[in-house]
């Protein structure tokens, strides 16, 4: 039986954590950034994880 190929778009976004979970990074923070107050963009920096719903999905894009 073949190999599943990891979708290379989706491994440069996500990250494993520690726990299994998935990492990835907020939206909204590439451009038009001078209508978003200083509060907002500061929390946009930050990492989050992958929402419960969406964590099979990007699974199986990433070949697990």
Do not use: C, W, Y
């Amino acid at each position: 039986m073949p190999k599943q190929k990891t979708n290379r778009s989706a491994a440069k976004r996500f990250r494993k954590t520690g726990s299994g979970k998935l990492r990835r990074q907020r939206a909204f923070h590439s451009h038009i950034l001078t209508k978003k107050s200083a509060k907002r963009k500061r929390r946009l920096r930050k990492r989050t994880l992958v929402a419960k719903a969406d964590e099979k999905r990007m699974n199986r894009l990433l070949g697990r």
